[in-house]
T-cell receptor
C-alpha cells in the first residue's frame, strides 16, 4: 500500500490568487497523478507528474493554469493559478505503487470566492 | 480515448442486493477498477479485474467481460453504510498507470 499526505485539506481563496497543493508519499513512485472532482461529479485527470521531466497534461488542462512540480520520487505539488469560482473543486493526488490499485490522498477542497 | 458509462443513481433497501453496471470502450485494456467514495472523502479501492470472470471479496463482487466491454459491481446484504458513490475506472495499456473514471453511481440504501 501507499500512504499519501495531502495538504491543505481545504481552503477558501480569493479570485485571482493562486493555491499550491502538496502531496507527500511514504514510498518512491515513478508517476503521480492529479485529479479534479467538481461538485457531484466523478474524477477527471488533470495531469501525470513524472520525476525529472515535465508533467503530461490531459486535454483541456494547461501548464500555465495548473503548473506541477515533481522534485523527487516521493513529492509533488499542483498549483491552481489565477483562480476563479469555476475552479472550486476537490483536487486529489494519486499513486499506483505496484502497478495495480491506485491510492489517493485525502483531497483538497477548494472554494474560490 | 475512453468512454465509460454507468448509471447515475440507484436506490435499494437495506439487506437487499444491488448490481451496478459499467460499460467501456477502450483500446489496449489493462484492467478495470471499482472504487467507493463517501461524501467528502477520497475514493477507496474495492476491486480489480483484468481477466474475465467474477472476483469475490466479502459482500462485494465484481465481474468482467472484456469481449463485451462490460463489468458490474455486486453489493450483497446492503447496509446503510454502503450509501456512497461507486466509481468504475479503466486503465489503458498505452497510458501508463493513469485511470479514467466513469461518472460514478450514487447508491442510496433505505431502511
Amino acid at each position: 500500500s501507499a500512504v499519501i499526505s495531502q495538504k491543505p485539506s481545504r481552503d477558501i481563496c480569493q479570485r485571482g490568487t493562486s493555491l499550491t497543493i502538496q502531496c507527500q508519499v511514504d514510498s518512491q513512485v515513478t508517476m503521480m497523478f492529479w485529479y479534479r472532482q467538481q461538485p457531484g461529479q466523478s474524477l477527471t485527470l488533470i495531469a501525470t507528474a513524472n520525476q525529472g521531466s515535465e508533467a503530461t497534461y490531459e486535454s483541456g488542462f494547461v501548464i500555465d493554469k495548473f503548473p506541477i512540480s515533481r522534485p523527487n520520487l516521493t513529492f509533488s505539488t499542483l498549483t491552481v493559478s489565477n483562480m476563479s469560482p469555476e475552479d472550486s473543486s476537490i483536487y486529489l493526488c494519486s499513486v499506483v505503487p505496484r502497478g495495480t490499485e491506485a491510492f489517493f490522498g485525502q483531497g483538497t477542497r477548494l472554494t474560490v470566492v | 480515448g475512453q468512454n465509460i458509462d454507468q448509471p447515475t443513481e440507484m436506490t435499494a433497501t437495506e439487506g437487499a442486493i444491488v448490481q451496478i453496471n459499467c460499460t467501456y470502450q477502450t483500446s489496449g485494456f489493462n484492467g478495470l477498477f471499482w472504487y467507493q467514495q463517501h461524501a467528502g472523502e477520497a475514493p477507496t479501492f474495492l476491486s480489480y479485474n483484468v481477466l474475465d470472470g467474477l472476483e469475490e471479496k466479502g459482500r462485494f463482487s465484481s465481474f468482467l467481460s472484456r469481449s463485451k466491454g462490460y463489468s458490474y459491481l455486486l453489493l450483497k446484504e446492503l447496509q446503510m453504510k454502503d450509501s456512497a458513490s461507486y466509481l468504475c475506472a479503466v486503465r489503458e495499456r498505452a497510458a501508463g498507470n493513469k485511470l479514467t473514471f466513469g461518472g460514478g453511481t450514487r447508491v442510496l440504501v433505505k431502511p
